[in-house]
């Protein structure tokens, strides 16, 4: 489709390749910024709907991509009135195409699930029925040659990491929709494509049966604990007094079946070294009873905290090789080698899954999974993105209104300190980092707990990117009303700071709430490295130097500090590589694209635990009650490497005392929940409260102190 070419703002050269790219621009004298604007196929596919994009047609910052996904789907209002989405879960899906890079495969599809009322971006779980329009739309957009009569494009999950064959009808060269072949949930009949899932078990954590048994008792109840294609929970329907045939409404109305089935999916995403899993979408709940006949088993899928109108493709997969593998809770009677259908039935209909075992009793295991899907392209054009879903600002300088505002703002502020009751709108906490990581999950333990107090929603706003910097510009100049909040941590306010100029003042931009806790350092290893302990790293190390490489969370981050510093002290060379965030550096460390790390306790420990990844030693002053044998960095010979981690509450500067109060009032009562304080400590980080004053002494010793650091360790952003 013929389409003009803009400029993205501050883009990368390669940004602008494709030559189908409407990409963002400045424009007009005073460099006030244009709409924003991209190509755009809307599609449903299986049972959702999204818009389907080229990676090419986005950001390639994380942070900002994110964003315009944020606004696409419009998932600022529960409505999401502006954008495409429609409301729900099902419709706040996106998927992101692009060449592949993996050996044998045509394309990667990157799936993420923006939030609905919630400015987040999740790219962690997986969606097959969005996997269904990744090949017909790779077709149309030439990273795949269309065969005549159909085509076969073997897509790389990058979110899994696992393959899937998907065929195409292609009759002429040409991708159809149109056909007879109906699926459940979906009005009328489109042309079939079939999804061959060829290695997903096991692909989230790293086992089928990631406890090691394929029954467990939790709460009372018998579960199977599975992953396959989706990490799942399975739940018989009779053990909790259901028959398994209730509509979803009627169980979405059962507030203390939810209860119990949240609190088995906690647990069991606890048993699956998940970690605390209380913000996350994984592992998937399911309600399981017995089918039609033999060959079809009854599903209640939940979302997690809703139960699905229909059921996702990844879920059945997960229900159907429950079903076809000997040992599970819901195991058919005619569990057997070879290929064999099961109809997966849900509230709308049935999904018939064709699973292929290998094996018998307890050496049977899955080898690949096939089912039916359609989907139809909607609209394909150009989407206009708002401007006020990105952090950056939409208009050029106006020294003038910038000049003002600070004037006009404490003005206003001596003439109605409280004109209104705080606080009489939703409450945003600005995450820096990406979601899923450690930080993200603190933010959110703390956010369940304290919109009751304060009587108001509070949602999370992942805004990752530049080392936290993104977010902390953001929140340092937003509204100073108490409405926009930013929980940062060590590295944002003295770290970053210490190591490069930024367009922020971590103190003076600020107004400090509270201190949330304390979370020690650790060295970890991939799990298959070929060190014994410390000693040996050292020594392998200085026999050869840069032999291996080390992950971090971003320049200026605790990890990049704490592992320069170890080089420093223990005079040694290791490559250092940067990630945006934790999670996808924790990711690369558990997948061996490198070798050690330096997160934080709280971030690290569920892979510890689950024996992805080794704990070498404490990067601080003394060892940790939860891994008492892992000595300190100063017991295995380096000294001078103390990395605690940090976290606590900021407004923007200006925002009232008595509203800054009244935060740190809840803040602290939050923190003396015991709940609160068991699922930190359980997971590393040790609680602790502050008044404002000394939660702001403590930023003003953090920030000299690294400053130090770097002056010593002769640190660069670089």
């Known amino acids: 489709m013929a389409m003009r070419l803009l400029a993205w703002i501050d883009a990368p050269k390669a940004s602008v390749d494709h030559k189908d790219a409407i990409l963002f621009c400045k424009g007009g004298a ?26 090419d047609w986005l ?40 060449k592949s890079a993996e050996a044998g495969c045509d394309v990667d599809y990157l799936f993420a699930q923006v939030g609905v009322g919630q400015k987040s971006v999740d790219t962690r779980p997986n969606c097959g029925n969005m996997l269904s329009g990744v090949a017909p739309f790779a077709i149309e957009q030439g990273l795949v ?8 494009v073997r897509v790389f999950n990058i979110n899994t990491r696992s393959r899937i064959d998907v065929t195409v009808q292609t009759p002429g060269r040409q991708v159809v929709y149109d056909g007879e072949t109906g699926i459940d949930g979906v009005a009328g009949t489109a042309a079939a494509i079939r999804l061959n899932f060829l290695d997903a078990w096991g692909a989230t954590t790293g086992s089928v049966f990631p406890t090691g048994r394929r029954i467990d008792a939790i709460d009372g109840l018998e579960v199977t604990c ?6 799942l929970v399975i739940m018989r329907a009779r053990d909790l007094g259901l028959t398994g045939r209730e509509a979803p409404a009627e169980l979405d109305a059962d507030l203390a079946l939810l209860a119990r089935v949240e609190a088995v999916r906690r647990a069991a995403g606890e048993a699956m070294g998940l970690g605390d899993v209380s913000t996350s979408v994984v592992p998937k709940p399911v309600i399981a009873s017995e089918g039609d006949d033999a060959q079809s088993i009854r599903s209640r899928y939940f979302t997690p905290w809703r139960c699905h109108a229909s059921h996702a493709v990844t879920g059945a997969i997960g229900v159907a090789a429950a079903y076809a593998l000997p040992g599970t809770v819901v195991s058919g009677a005619g569990s057997r080698a070879g290929a064999r259908g099961i109809s997966v039935l849900h509230p709308q209909g049935r999904i018939d899954v064709e699973v292929t075992i290998e094996g018998h009793g307890p050496d049977a295991r899955i080898q690949h999974a096939a089912l039916v899907r359609t989907a139809r392209k909607i609209l394909q054009g150009e989407l206009h993105i708002p401007p006020y879903v990105f952090s950056r600002s939409t208009e050029g300088d106006k020294p003038m209104k910038r000049l003002l505002a600070p004037v006009v703002a404490a003005a206003m502020t001596a003439i109605v300190p409280m004109a ?49 910097a993104i977010a902390s510009e953001y929140v340092s100049r937003a509204a100073p009303d108490g409405h926009t909040l930013m929980f940062g941590y060590i590295a944002t306010h003295a770290m970053n700071p210490a190591l490069q100029k930024l367009r922020y003042d971590p103190v003076s931009d600020f107004a400090p709430i509270g201190l949330v806790g304390y979370s020690p350092t650790l060295m970890v290893a991939n799990a298959a490295v ?21 992950a971090s969370a971003g320049n200026g981050t605790a990890p990049h500090y704490a592992a320069e510093l170890f080089k420093l002290s223990a005079g040694v060379v290791m490559l250092g590589a940067p990630y945006k965030g934790s999670a996808p550096a924790i990711s690369d460390t558990i997948g061996g694209q490198t070798q050690f790390m330096f997160p934080s306790l709280f971030t690290a420990l569920p892979h510890v635990k689950a024996g992805k990844l080794r704990a070498l030693a404490v990067a601080g002053p003394r060892r940790s009650a939860l891994l008492p044998d892992v000595p300190t960095l100063k017991e295995a010979g380096v000294d001078g490497v103390d990395v605690q981690q940090w976290y606590g509450f900021f407004a923007p500067a200006k925002t009232p005392k008595p509203i800054i109060d009244q935060i740190n009032k809840a ?52």
């Open 530 to 550: 070929p060190v014994k302990d410390v000693k040996d790293l050292v020594a392998q190390l200085k026999a050869k130097p840069d032999k291996y490489t080390y």
């Open 420 to 468: 209104q009751a705080y606080p009489d709108k939703t409450i945003t906490i600005v995450v820096p980092t990406a979601a899923g990581g450690g930080n993200d999950a603190m933010a959110r333990t703390v956010a369940q707990k304290l919109g009751p107090l304060l009587g108001q929603t509070v949602i999370i706003d992942n805004r990752s990117g530049a080392n936290g």
């Open 145 to 152: 040659t269309a065969q005549d009569g159909e085509t076969t």
């Open 226 to 231: 599975i992953d396959a294609a989706m990490p």
């Open 59 to 98: 950001p390639a910052d994380e942070a900002m991509r994110d964003e315009t996904l944020i606004g696409a789907i419009g998932a600022s209002d529960l409505l999401q009135l502006d954008g495409v989405g429609g409301g729900s879960t099902l419709t706040s899906k996106v998927a992101i195409v692009s």
């Open 667 to 718: 803040l602290n009562q939050v923190l003396a929940d015991k709940e609160v304080i068991q699922r930190m400590q359980e997971h590393g980080a040790d609680v602790e409260i502050s008044t404002p004053e000394k939660f702001g002494e403590l930023v003003k010793s953090e920030l000299a102190k690294w400053t130090a650091v770097v002056q010593r360790a002769k640190l660069a952003a670089d």
């Open 30 to 55: 005073d460099h006030c910024l244009m709409n924003r604007v991209l190509p755009c196929v809307l599609m449903r596919a299986g049972t959702s709907r999204g818009p389907f994009f080229l990676r």
